[in-house]
């Protein structure tokens, strides 16, 4: 009993504490990978690739090239567009190219522009850089495009709001949403956000999402810029979908590694942004046990194969823990497949393992203690028949 309480405690710290975080995202990205599935029909990316970039020349392009490709567009009647590029700097050398883009903006009505937070330094205030006002007004709605890195480098997470002081700008994929049928609307419970004042001279975040990521890179429907720019694509490949226009080319800049893009691979914002639209009309959530949960289950799952093994024999003690182990792998998973929950299972994992040769230990200095005390009775005993 004193060695799976102390395991316990000890476990719990960890937990408390986060000490195994690096291992518990390695496992989320394990399970995440047996979580794939087919995507909706109507949601379509329109890749910037490198073989638009050697069609149309280096980027940027025009943006008139841009506005051709709305217009081009509205003759399939899309549901919405996602121009994933940013606007925030008039055209010096063209102007009368912004002209026409807004043009096509207003023509469409259904353009989504991005919003992005920038800084000139690693002190300097952050501040948010928005389309140029024309196309600001231009365009159907605005949304922010940050994707939450984790410390080990992994795209796994996004906010559903962002913005300088209180957070204000919904994220890309929910302001595309915004302007069909599929607009999601945020609960006050779900922000994940403690009640609290906002400063006006920083980045503030709410309403934390993790993403279910559908599959690889590559998992959703596309087509090359160049292609549908000059209109060789099947008669209502666009009609009623949503649209996302953004880069996909090496090099560009936009690409962030995922739990499913593979070892060393990479994800481009625009399909992240395919994943989260999704996941969010298919209702799709994953959210972390509770912390107060997590540390009952920690305790009990730590503290069971202790408090079995005095029931087992010598022979049978690792076959059962090993057993342990796996239903707990698989109920963990079959948590995150079926129930959308995830459950940071490494420390539990650890102080199971560990329970096995510490609870050898004390079986082994008990037993030394037993043989001791049998040997000095027999000594007493010798001795006093001699």
């Given at each position: 009993?004193l060695?799976?309480?102390?395991?316990?405690l000890?476990?719990?710290?960890?937990?408390?504490?986060?000490l195994?975080?690096?291992?518990?995202?390695?496992?989320?990205?394990?399970?995440?990978?047996?979580?794939?599935?087919?995507v909706a029909?109507?949601?379509?990316?329109?890749?910037?690739?490198?073989e638009?970039?050697?069609?149309?020349?280096?980027w940027p392009?025009?943006?008139?090239?841009?506005?051709?490709?709305?217009?081009?567009?509205?003759?399939e009647s899309p549901?919405?567009i996602?121009l994933?590029?940013?606007?925030s700097?008039?055209?010096?050398?063209?102007?009368?190219?912004?002209v026409?883009?807004?043009?096509?903006?207003?023509?469409?009505?259904?353009?989504?522009?991005?919003?992005?937070?920038?800084?000139?330094?690693?002190?300097?205030?952050?501040?948010?850089?928005?389309?140029?006002?024309?196309?600001?007004?231009a365009?159907?709605a605005l949304?922010?495009?940050?994707?939450?890195?984790?410390?080990?480098?992994?795209?796994?997470?996004?906010?559903?709001?962002?913005?300088?002081?209180?957070?204000?700008?919904?994220?890309?994929?929910?302001?595309?949403l915004?302007?069909?049928?599929?607009?999601?609307?945020?609960?006050?419970?779900?922000?994940?956000q403690?009640?609290?004042?906002?400063s006006?001279?920083?980045?503030?975040?709410?309403?934390?999402?993790?993403?279910?990521?559908?599959?690889?890179?590559?998992?959703?429907?596309?087509?090359?810029?160049?292609?549908?720019l000059?209109?060789?694509?099947?008669?209502?490949?666009?009609?009623?979908?949503?649209?996302?226009?953004?880069?996909?080319?090496?090099?560009?800049?936009d690409?962030?590694?995922?739990?499913?893009?593979?070892?060393?691979?990479?994800?481009?914002?625009?399909?992240?942004?395919?994943?989260?639209?999704?996941?969010?009309?298919?209702?799709?959530?994953?959210?972390?046990?509770?912390?107060?949960?997590?540390?009952?289950?920690?305790?009990?799952?730590v503290?069971?194969?202790?408090?079995?093994?005095p029931?087992?024999?010598?022979?049978?003690t690792?076959?059962?823990?090993?057993?342990?182990?796996?239903?707990?792998?698989?109920?963990?998973?079959?948590?995150?497949?079926?129930?959308?929950i995830?459950?940071?299972?490494?420390?539990?994992l650890?102080?199971?393992?560990?329970?096995?040769?510490?609870?050898?230990?004390?079986?082994?200095?008990?037993?030394?203690?037993h043989?001791?005390?049998?040997?000095?009775?027999?000594?007493?005993?010798?001795?006093?028949?001699?």
């Open positions: 009993m060695l799976a309480a102390m395991l316990a000890v476990a719990m710290l960890f937990v408390h504490s986060k195994l975080w690096r291992w518990d995202n390695l496992l989320y990205d394990g399970q995440l990978s047996f979580w794939s599935r087919s029909e109507d949601i379509i990316i329109i890749a910037i690739d490198d638009s970039l050697n069609e149309l020349g280096r392009w025009p943006r008139t090239t841009h506005a051709r490709l709305i217009n081009q567009l509205e003759k549901k919405a996602g994933d590029i940013i606007f700097e008039p055209d010096v050398a063209d102007p009368q190219s912004d026409q883009l807004e043009r096509a903006l207003r023509t469409s009505g259904k353009v989504v522009l991005p919003v992005f937070m920038s800084q000139e330094s690693y002190n300097a205030y952050p501040r948010e850089d928005l389309p140029l006002p024309a196309l600001s007004d365009a159907a949304g922010h495009v940050h994707v939450d890195i984790s410390e080990d480098g992994i795209a796994r997470r996004v906010y559903f709001r962002e913005g300088i002081g209180e957070p204000h700008w919904l994220h890309y994929s929910l302001a595309l915004s302007i069909t049928d599929d607009a999601v609307e945020l609960r006050p419970g779900e922000s994940g403690d009640a609290r004042q906002y006006p001279m920083t980045w503030s975040r709410e309403y934390p999402y993790l993403i279910p990521y559908a599959g690889p890179p590559g998992h959703f429907p596309q087509i090359g810029y160049a292609q549908a000059s209109g060789q694509y099947p008669q209502d490949l666009f009609h009623d979908k949503i649209v996302l226009i953004g880069a996909t080319a090496e090099g560009m800049g690409a962030v590694p995922t739990p499913l893009s593979g070892n060393g691979g990479s994800m481009a914002g625009v399909e992240i942004i395919a994943n989260i639209i999704d996941a969010v009309r298919k209702d799709l959530r994953i959210t972390e046990l509770d912390k107060t949960w997590l540390l009952v289950m920690t305790a009990v799952l503290a069971l194969p202790v408090l079995i093994y029931y087992l024999n010598p022979a049978s690792l076959l059962v823990l090993f057993s342990i182990v796996a239903a707990t792998v698989l109920a963990v998973a079959l948590m995150l497949w079926l129930f959308g995830w459950v940071p299972v490494a420390t539990i650890l102080f199971q393992f560990l329970s096995y040769p510490l609870w050898s230990w004390r079986r082994l200095v008990l037993a030394m203690r043989i001791n005390a049998e040997l000095d009775q027999l000594y007493l005993r010798q001795k006093a028949l001699s």
